[in-house]
């Protein structure tokens, strides 16, 4: 009697980006189990859809499951989806899911909209590997900490901010990550006042001081990812490589040195070079 659970992924701001098989989807199942059901009702009267929303969101969500797993295992399609986007991605849901799975419920995903890979796609940094990272801490002193765990990190990273903390967000940035490191700034993606740039952090900080109505709407933040060129010690590199020529040749001592940091091999074999020309 199982039937199946939608994820369905919803606009992030744009109507026209619902998908054909989302609509159908919210019209053919039992019940739409919705983050805000205010907010989902407009999205179903703007396309005719008639089914019945029940809520299902942070603050309810583990006392609603046993209902919806209950509902599915009698056999009625059942429909998860957030405000906007993809549930799970820094929504609710991500329980229903997990029980649904336990249950050997079907899960069936809708794809659709997601502010993140939407901003990734835009904005011109580096995309064959990256890290969702949601929202970072709201006290400063836990935010920073945050950043120092990923300021060597190499991927690109994304980062939703709420409007209020875009600008001591991208402060503690420069702070941690330094003024020139790179950053994607996407806000309002696909409505009215839509706004995708990309700069450096020193002067995403200096933008958004400057005008304020960029520190309105919903926030998207891609990170550049650290470069061996800007991370590295220059003092320890140094100290590392001159003990190793000691007893090694540059080529040996470069690689090694490679090896040990994840430096690339040929800016250790420059340095290296430099180091024995200076003695």
Known sequence: MS????????????????????????????????????????????????????????????????????????????????????????????????????????????????????????????????SFEGFLASKQSQRLLQLEKLKHETQTMIIYEAPH?????????VEVFGAERPVGFAREITKTFETIKKMTLAELRTFIENDHHQQKGEIVLVIGGATEEHDVNQEKLDKLLLRLLEDLSVKAASQLVADLTGIKKKIAYQRALELTQKD
């Open 3 to 130: 039937a199946q659970l939608f994820v369905v992924a919803t606009p992030i701001g744009h109507l026209d980006d619902m998908t054909f098989r989302a609509i159908e989807v919210l019209k053919s199942v039992s019940v739409v189990a919705a983050e805000d059901t205010r907010q989902s009702a407009q999205l179903l009267k703007h396309y005719n859809i008639a089914t019945p929303l029940t809520a299902c969101h942070d603050h309810n969500e583990s006392n609603k499951i046993n209902i919806l797993i209950e509902r599915l295992k009698n056999g009625e399609d059942i429909a998860l989806v957030s405000d906007a986007g993809t549930p799970l991605i820094s929504d609710p849901g991500f329980k229903l899911v997990r029980a649904a799975q336990e249950h050997n419920i079907r899960v069936i995903p809708v794809p659709g909209a997601c502010a993140a890979i939407a901003a990734l796609s835009a904005v011109g940094l580096p995309s064959d590997r990256f």
């Open 165 to 173: 903390r875009i600008l001591e967000c991208v402060k503690d940035m």
